[in-house]
């Protein structure tokens, strides 16, 4: 693992169609993520706001292509929400290996990870990290 090395974007756009999967397969049904009359009426949105965790889930793809089962098997988050992405939002994903340890089975690997809108805000930020084996 090198220290410096950028972890390959994930690219989305955030389509309601994808928001309404990530409800029924969460059971997170608030009305702030499906409902345009209420999401205008009730929120200081001012509009429907996509789950902060299918969003989330983006960072863990990016994750996942980079480590593979390393990252499944062992890998931790810790982020913090900074804006809220509307259907329509062009996201991507961004990540840095920072810190590697190595032991005598393997690697503490530290990264930091988020994800942007295409216009440039953090839509979340944080650490992601996990633990390699060596392989034989």
């Not at 989330?56 to 480590?67: D, G, K, R």
């Not at 929400?81 to 190595?102: H, L, R, S, W």
Request: include cysteine; proline fraction near 3%; charged fraction near 20%.
């Amino acid at each position: 693992m090198i220290v410096g090395k950028l972890l390959p974007s994930v690219s989305k756009q955030v389509i309601q169609e994808n928001i309404n999967t990530y409800a029924v397969a969460s059971g997170d049904h608030n009305p702030l993520h499906w409902d345009e009359n209420f999401a205008v009426n009730a929120t200081h949105y001012g509009r429907i706001v996509a789950h902060g965790m299918l969003v989330l889930a983006y960072i863990s793809e990016m994750m996942t292509n980079e480590f593979g089962t390393s990252w499944i098997e062992d890998g931790t988050l810790k982020v913090r929400f900074k804006a809220p992405v509307y259907p329509g939002d062009n996201v991507e994903t961004f990540g840095e290996i920072v810190k590697c340890e190595e032991d005598i089975k393997g690697y503490k690997v530290s990264c930091s990870v988020g994800c942007r809108k295409i216009d440039g805000e953090d839509v979340i930020t944080g650490q992601a990290s996990l633990y390699m084996a060596k392989v034989d």
